[in-house]
């Protein structure tokens, strides 16, 4: 638990106290290594089991060596989800420690407990890691779930989420959209006709649409917890209220399917005086680790002389993904177009 920040209080439900005890021990350069470790560092009057559970799956005692915070939520053979065997065994030991302080025969008393089996388990992939942090802290932590389809989110894509209660100014537009279902809510209504809401997000925020009778029944199936959408869309009068708008959805694919048909070429544009090796280097790699369908271009700028030229990289195609995303926001002399 070295290294967890002040700031963890802000897990849903983790008392301060918790974080507190956990923050002075940890300043007492006593880093946590194991299992028992945790035991004797942690008071477990002041960190509860609650408390360790939420910590855990946040991430917050992912520097124990042995153990990741997965094995920590898998069953072992007995079965029982390892934290609390690991809980058991840290009373145990604190116990343990107590008794002896209090013993007059000091510590050559006491009787080593078992370590508990550690199972092993896979790695959470990254959106159920992401959906952890969400649950515990109300946001994403350490990325978020569309980064690898930013690219779409914010190139492609001409409306985003938080734009769609201003209905009047979406009026009369070309709606595309797109984001990651977070909640879907479906019931029936009074007619018998089924129906189904959606929550979904992008990065400006989340919204809800609503899906009833023959719209339900033709995109129910994307509408599920987790899965990336790109969405078409149109604002109109609605059937039997025309002073009112609504949002009609006209068309819903997977993002993963229609990214590399929605990039046709991304054009990165160098200034002259920043092209160097490096730099060479870096986009070459880049640009090769990812092979898809999307033409890449080149344009060199000459600020002096205001002049540039433009090429085609004929050899590459490529998928644009986070990792070449990335790179271009955080060098900040480059920039990009797509299409």
């Not at 983790?14 to 470790?37: C, F, H, L, M, S």
Request: charged residues 30%; proline residues 6%.
């Amino acid at each position: 638990m070295d290294n967890i920040p002040e700031g963890k209080e802000a897990i849903k439900k983790v008392a301060k106290g918790a974080v507190k005890n956990i923050v002075e021990k940890r300043k007492d350069n006593n880093p946590t290594k194991g299992t028992r470790n945790s035991g004797k560092q942690a008071n477990r009057k002041a960190c509860k089991k609650k408390n360790k559970q939420k910590l855990t799956a946040e991430g917050g005692k992912k520097n124990f060596n042995q153990i990741k915070r997965e094995n920590k939520w898998t069953k072992n053979s007995r079965p029982k989800v390892l934290i609390q065997p690991i809980r058991n065994y840290q009373n145990h030991n604190n116990v343990d420690k107590e008794t002896a302080t209090n013993s007059l025969f000091g510590g050559d008393n006491v009787v080593d407990v078992a370590t508990p089996e550690i199972p092993l388990a896979p790695r959470w992939n990254d959106l159920e890691r992401l959906n952890k942090e969400r649950e515990l802290v109300g946001i994403y932590l350490s990325a978020h779930p569309l980064d690898e389809y930013a690219i779409v989110l914010k190139h492609v894509c001409n409306t985003h989420m938080d734009e769609l209660d201003n209905k009047p100014a979406l009026a009369g537009r070309e709606i595309t959209m797109g984001g990651i279902v977070t909640s879907v809510r479906r019931g029936t209504s009074k007619n018998g006709n089924p129906y189904g809401i959606a929550r979904i997000e992008d990065y400006s925020g989340s919204t809800e649409i609503p899906f009833f009778g023959n719209d339900w029944i033709t995109y129910q199936g994307y509408l599920n917890e987790g899965t990336f959408l790109y969405m078409k869309a149109r604002c109109q009068p609605k059937q039997w209220r025309q002073e009112e708008l609504e949002l009609k959805i006209t068309s819903m694919e997977l993002l993963p399917d229609v990214k590399e048909r929605l990039i046709d070429k991304i054009t990165i544009t160098i200034p002259l005086p920043e092209l160097n090796k490096q730099m060479i280097a870096d986009l070459s790699v880049l640009t090769k680790e990812h092979p898809g369908n999307t033409e890449l271009y080149f344009k060199v700028t000459d600020p002096e002389n205001r002049s540039h030229v433009e090429f085609l990289s004929r050899p590459v195609k490529l998928s644009v993904g986070k990792e070449l995303v990335l790179y271009l926001e955080e060098n900040p002399e480059l920039s990009f177009s797509i299409n």
